[in-house]
């Protein structure tokens, strides 16, 4: 059974830092391509940035409100997805979910975990 | 990037009657391999999003047949052959063709008449 778990969402300051895991099972993961969407509350979906595969050179991709500020990264040995967010601003209070990408889009889901950022 | 536009935002349904939801992409979905990467998802309230379908017209694993998608170029629509209670919720079209980014459609509301 695929399980995508995320935590570490929590509250922080505006300028402040936060790290986001998320526990991967029930698939290959070291080929997988991962990303991270994220919904403000009663909001749409938006997709903030996706890391490729080993096979496929890992690279990375964001979107254009988080570029140089957040960053994805994983560890095929512990099949984890990670999003580094620094410099963070009230507009990124969200529910930020892991997904793993297949077929030109999120194929599963996480449960999400919510990240506010107020002072 | 590339603009995707849902309509109706809000679609009252009867039980067991159709629905069918409308996304037109700013630019065509057509990629360089040759498949259009069109995906829906639906969104029960509370619960996280759930694909249903991808590449316009597959269904993801355990989708009733009642849902379909269909379209091309730059117009998509899902359909419900007969709606269910179960069915309430919001449902959002993406873009997988032109990345970066993905994008998302606004999000249609289903609620039951």
């Known amino acids: 059974e695929v399980q995508l778990v995320e935590s570490g969402g929590d509250l922080v300051k505006p300028g402040g830092s936060l790290r986001l895991s998320c526990a991967a099972s029930?698939?290959?993961?070291?080929?997988?391509?991962m990303s991270w969407v994220r919904q403000a509350p009663g909001k749409g979906l938006e997709w903030v940035g996706q890391?490729?595969?080993?096979?496929?050179?890992?690279?990375?991709d964001y979107a254009a409100p988080v570029k140089g500020r957040f960053t994805i990264s994983r560890d095929d040995s512990e099949s984890t997805l990670y999003l580094q967010m620094n410099s963070v601003k009230t507009e990124d209070t969200a529910l930020y979910y892991c997904?793993?990408?297949?077929?030109?889009?999120?194929?599963?889901w996480g449960q999400g975990t919510l990240v506010t950022v107020s002072s | 990037d590339v603009v995707m536009t849902q309509s109706p935002l809000s679609l009252p349904v009867t039980l067991g009657q159709p629905a069918s939801i409308s996304c037109r992409s700013s630019?065509?979905?057509?990629?360089?391999?040759?498949?259009?990467?069109l995906s829906w998802f639906q969104q029960r309230p509370g619960q996280s999003p759930r694909r249903l379908i991808y590449?316009?017209?597959n269904r993801d694993s355990g989708v009733p047949d009642r849902f379909s998608g269909s379209g091309s170029g730059t117009d998509f629509t899902l359909m419900i052959s007969r709606v269910e209670a179960e069915d309430v919720g919001l449902y959002y079209c993406?873009?997988?063709?032109?990345?970066?980014?993905?994008?998302f459609g606004q999000g249609t509301n289903l609620e039951i008449k």
């Open positions: 630019q065509g979905l057509v990629s360089s391999d040759g498949n259009t990467y």
């Open positions: 590449k316009v017209s």
């Open positions: 997904t793993w990408l297949w077929n030109g889009g999120p194929h599963f």
């Open positions: 029930g698939f290959t993961f070291t080929s997988a391509w």
């Open positions: 890391i490729k595969g080993k096979s496929d050179g890992g690279s990375t």
């Open positions: 993406m873009q997988g063709t032109h990345w970066p980014p993905y994008t």
